[in-house]
Each structure stands twice: as C-alpha cells, then as structure tokens.
C-alpha cells in the first residue's frame, strides 16, 4: 500500500501543476461556479480552496496540520428535498482537521454562501484514519529501529530496502495504549527479494508497535525464524513460461450512444433519476433515487452508501488478532479508489467519470476515472412461448451499473449499484486481490493448524471473516415509513392442511429500534419491507420495497470477544433506526483506536419508535473465507449483495411495456 500511496500523491502533484490549482482564469471560475446547481453538487476546486483560506484564516494552524477529510457537509435532508431549480441553498464545507504535534482532532464547518467559519470543536481522545504520513513515518521508525535489523539480520536480510512495511491500523487497543492516547499503528514486514509480489514472503513473527506522534517503536516483538517461499509468485505475464491462449475479442458497442443521460451528477435511465458523489471515507454515494411510474418520479432511497467494513482474522495469537480491519473508516476507503480504465474495470461501452478531492494539505486535485457507468446485458427480463400462436414474447434484460475500486493493502474491492428496468436497485460488492499470508515452516496441510488452510509450501492462509454495512436511507413513497418482517411459515397437517402442502407468509410489524435488530433465516425466507406509513396502493396496502438478502455469514467471535463489541454492526444482518442526520457510521465516527460499543449499539439506545417515521436500514451481509490453494497468488473474484425489490409500489410489472 506504500507504494500505492506514493504514486497516489505523487500523481496528485503532477495533476495540481497541470490544471494550475489556484484557477487564476476568471472565465475557468465562471464555469465550475455554472455546475453548481444543485445542494447536493460535488465540490468543486474552488470551494475547496474557499474553504482552506477561512479556516487557515481563522484558525492558527501549525505547519504540520493535516486534513484527513475535506468534503461537503450534507445539507439539511428538509432543505434538499424541498429545493426547487433557481432557488438560492447553503452551501458548506465540512472539514477534519488533525495536529499531529498535539495530538488533537478537530472537525469545523464553513460557510461558503457566507465565506465564515461556521463551526469549530476538538474531538477529545479519537484518531483520524490511518494516513500517508503514518506510512512514511512507521516505515523511517521501524528500519532504523537496532532491534529490528538484527531480526532481519538473523534472516539473513542485509539489504533493508528489500523489505517492505505496512502499515495497520491498531485493532483494539490494550489498556496501556488506550490510557497513553498516542497515535499508534502495528508496522508488519514483508521481505521483497528478487520478485515484486512480497506479500508470498512475509517475515512472520516480526511485529512493531509504532509510536506515530513520537517517531519511536512502542515495542517490538519477533517470536523466532519462520521459513520465507523461495518460489517466485509474481503475476504478470513476464513470470509465466507458458500462457493461456487469451480468448477472441468480444467487443460491446452502442452505436447509437448510451440510453442514460447526465446533467451535472445527476443520472436518468429507463424510468429511474438519482444523484451520485464520491465522498473521501465512504466512496460512491447515492442520493435522491426515484423511479418514474409513468406518471410521476416516485421517492425510493434518499441516501444510500457503504458505512463500514470489518475484517476480522481468526488466528488468536497476538502477531494475528489484532488485525481486524475497518477498511471504510480507519483508512478513508474513497481516497484508495482506483482509477478505472475503458476495456478493462469498466467495458468499452461505459463512461468514467472524474472526481475532485483534497490532498492532506488542503490542495484540491481532479482524480480522473475513480466512477465507471455503464449498461450492460443481462439474458432475460421477461419472457413467455405461447404454444396456441407459437410466438414468443421477450424482453432483454438491459442493467445500469455505477462502479469504484478501492485498494485496501492486499484486498481489491469493487461497490456495484445496478439499477434494473424492472423497479429493482442491487448491491452487489466483488472481493479480490491477494488474501493475507501467514508465513509457515509447514509444506504439507496435514503438518498445519486449524485456524486456516495451506495456500501453497510456507504459505498459510488464515480463516477470516468480510463484513459490509450498508446505510440506507429509505424514503419509499415519501418520508413517513415503517418496517415489516415477512416469514414463511409450513402449516402442520390437520383441519387446514390436510395434505401438509400449505404454505402461510406472516408479516410482523417491527415497531420499535431494539425490536428491528434481526437475523436472516432461511427456514423462514425471511426478508424485511419498508412500506409507506401515509400511502396506500391500488390493492388497498402500503406500497413497499423489499430487501432481499444474498449470501451471508454470521460473526464466528464468541460472545465476549472484544471484536464483538468494536464490530457491532457485524453481530446481526439488520439494523433499523429513526433518522438523524448525525448518525452515518455503522461502526461510529472514529473507529481507528476506538472505544468499544461505538455506532449502532448506541444509535438504538434510545429505542425510539418506528411506526410512520423516516428510516435508516442498515444491512450486514458477510462472507467467511477459508482460503483455498485456487485462491493464490490473485484470489478469483467473489460476488454477494442484496436486493431493494418493489412489491406492491407498481401496479403491475413496470417494464412489461417495454419496446422491442
């Protein structure tokens, strides 16, 4: 990730040189302004530099001050849903600001209508996420460090650029961390060699507490010599003696150009409208879904994006279980994004889209490519063969897919909206990249432990776990909605079923925060509909969306494990809760040496009603990977997501109109 970081600012010099960032041209002004058009526009580069003068301005910031988020502050919900073209809105930059010197988080807001500073307050005891700084300096602590270069040494490693170092977050912290309140991540060491994959060589049992405010080791450990591959695991092409015939070109084209239009951020395509962002912790974010009825745009999701990740290992030595990864928040998941390239992530008939973002010194800088959209075939929408005419009545299944890439360390993980013609919104998140290796002494998997699986000679995958959490923001026909739970139930045989083959569904109103924290069961089908509080179909019921889980896992620590309470979220698949604009994060604001039982345990503490209420969903779905030889040295891509699936908001099926 090192690496990654580097070539990220490093192209993010070469950007801001060459799209000169302080925009001395008044007419390159008047056109970024001219986007600004609506609340929930990006910023721009020069709200962003706007902002970074007030607050540098208003605020005596030191020389080493560093913005880990700069970023629109969401307007108020009211505001941007009754917000008519021409009309004057606020306008605001939300800002994080972290002085390494002293140790202190601060967040503020600015007022770009007002051009003040509108807020300002230290968030006593957090950390931001883990940062490039952090990188640098763990990697300058942890080669100079003496006891270091002696375990290499022993290792017979004398050239200390050879290794590799990356840079964790802390996990959770032991009491003497906690109460010390340093900045503090765990330095691993990856030894390089003659071959560019290091990550097939870990120095295992090697592991350095850094001390990020101090620039000096916390403590050091090295449990012994543990044996390195000697095989070479690169994976381009120059490292194959023999390669697969690659397939003949399979070319997608639209000659008469894209079906989906875009006005700004906002995207239309067969019936749906919504608006999109790229945030610098959350990634891609979704705002304003609606779908046209043939009549009128219908409210669906009002926000809808990733909240959190956790990636707990199940190894319980201490070199292993502290890595339990909040990959959203402890490492700003939307600055890792990848750029995308036409032919490759994205097809050749899709469009990329920029981004505009700040680096840790306040610059704004253009990304291009972090967003891909595009339209692609998907076998059947619909379909029946009447025998009696003998004609067949079909319609393709066209979809709509908004895509980004973020690169956390080893793991490469892709977020899918798809947007169907037939009312259904997915998410579907597609995990690869290099699973996490544990060196070994062991060449045989009858020689090794349970707590994972051989990937190859000296090379032990360990079992671990992927959670995701999404927030959802739902207003299904408007703001007023509650939530029911369907369960299909088998009658047992008797006066009403006497053949045993009836099948019931039972629907059960969740009416309050701590009553809504539920579990998939596959017994029972189970799945949840938020439906209109105020509304009422042609049938006489609430119009609703469904949410239709995928594949999932359950969280395999037991009861008392302290990832338990640090991953909240991951201990059950859904949550519900009654709006509030400050509550985003599943595992809580600042999961990077956090307090335990942040985020959703505290958010239904209240336990407030949710009975013809605005609502958030949020939604746990998992997987749990025993790594498997076929995994290595690049995993294959692994695929799970979720469904929002109309039942009873159209009148019939939406897309059965649809022209041939």
């Known amino acids: 990730m090192i690496k990654r970081l580097n070539l990220f600012y490093q192209l993010t010099v070469t950007i801001l040189i060459s799209i000169g ?53 969401e307007p108020d919900k009211k505001e941007v849903l009754n917000f008519t073209p021409g009309q004057l809105f606020s306008r605001q930059v939300f800002f994080q600001v972290y002085e390494r010197e002293q140790n202190k988080t601060f967040v503020g807001t600015v007022n770009l209508n007002n051009k003040n500073l509108t807020y300002w307050q230290e968030i006593p005891h957090v950390q931001p996420a883990i940062l490039y700084p952090d990188y640098a300096i763990a990697n300058e602590v942890v080669k ?32 003497n961390e906690a109460k010390s309140g340093n900045r503090i991540c765990r330095a691993l060491s990856y030894y390089r060699g003659k071959n560019w994959n290091f990550y097939a060589r870990p120095i295992e049992g090697v592991l350095v507490t850094v001390n990020l405010n101090k620039g000096e080791v916390d403590s050091f450990v090295d449990h012994g010599i543990v044996p390195m591959s000697p095989e070479n695991w690169d994976y381009d092409v120059h490292a194959f003696n023999r390669l697969i015939p690659a397939p003949k070109p399979l070319n997608i084209i639209q000659p008469q150009g894209t079906s989906f239009q875009i006005k700004g951020n906002e995207i239309s395509w067969q019936g749906w409208k919504f608006r999109y962002l790229m945030h610098p912790r959350e990634g891609l974010i979704l705002y304003l879904v609606k779908f046209n009825d043939g009549q009128k745009y219908r409210s669906i999701l009002y926000r809808g994006s990733l909240s959190e990740m956790a990636v707990p290992y199940g190894d319980p030595q201490p070199n292993w279980s502290f890595r339990n990864a909040f990959d ?8 890792l994004a990848n750029k995308l390239e036409l032919g490759k992530e994205i097809p050749e008939n899709g469009l990329l889209l920029n981004t505009v973002f700040a680096n840790l010194e306040g610059e704004p800088f253009t990304l291009p490519g972090l967003i891909g959209i595009y339209e692609r075939d998907n076998g059947i929408l619909w379909k029946h063969f009447d025998y009696k005419t003998q004609k067949n009545y079909l319609r393709r299944n066209r979809e709509l897919v908004m895509k980004m890439i973020a690169t956390v360390d080893n793991y490469d993980y892709s977020i899918n909206w798809i947007f169907r013609q037939d009312g259904t919104l997915e ?78 569904v039972e629907d059960t109103p969740l009416k309050t925060e701590k009553t809504a924290v539920r579990d998939l069961d596959i017994k029972h089908s189970r799945e949840w509909m938020i439906t209109s509080g105020d509304k009422q179909n042609h049938l006489g019921v609430p119009p609703a969306y469904m949410l239709t889980p995928g594949g999932n896992t359950n969280l395999y620590a037991v ?25 985003i994060y599943a595992g809580g604001d600042y999961p990077n040496q956090t307090q335990l039982g942040e985020g959703l345990p505290k958010y239904i503490a209240d336990n407030e009603s949710l009975n013809n209420e605005d609502l958030v969903v949020w939604y746990t779905m998992g997987i749990t990977h025993i790594p498997r030889p076929e995994d290595w040295p690049v995993m294959p891509t692994h695929r799970l997501g979720f469904k929002l699936v109309p039942r009873g908001f159209f009148t019939r099926n939406p897309a059965i109109n649809l022209g041939e």
């Open 21 to 73: 960032i302080f925009l001395a041209f008044p007419h390159i002004v008047l056109a970024e302004n001219s986007l600004i058009n609506h609340p929930l526009n990006p910023l721009t580069v020069t709200e962003i530099n706007t902002a970074v003068s007030i607050i540098k301005d208003e605020k005596n910031l030191s020389d080493t001050v560093i913005f880990p988020i700069i970023a629109l502050q």
């Open 427 to 504: 998410v579907e998140n597609e995990l690869t990249g290099i699973d996490l290796p544990q060196g070994t002494a062991s060449t045989k998997q009858t020689e090794n432990k349970s707590f994972g699986r051989l990937l190859a000679k000296n090379i032990f995958g360990v079992n671990h776990q992927h959670f995701f959490n999404y927030r959802l923001d739902l207003d299904v026909d408007g703001q007023a909605n509650s939530v029911m739970e369907m369960n299909v139930e088998a009658l047992h045989i008797g006066d009403k079923n006497p053949l045993g083959n009836a099948i019931t």
């Open 144 to 175: 100079s460090n003496s006891r270091w270069q002696k375990a290499m040494q022993k290792r017979g490693i004398k050239d200390f650029k050879d290794v590799e170092i990356s840079c964790w977050g802390a996990g959770i912290v032991n009491n």
């Open 328 to 335: 959203v928040g402890e490492y700003n998941l939307g600055l």
């Open 559 to 583: 009861e008392g494990a302290n990832i338990r309470k640090k991953a909240g979220f991951a201990t059950h698949h859904f949550w519900v809760t009654k709006y509030k604009p400050s509550e």
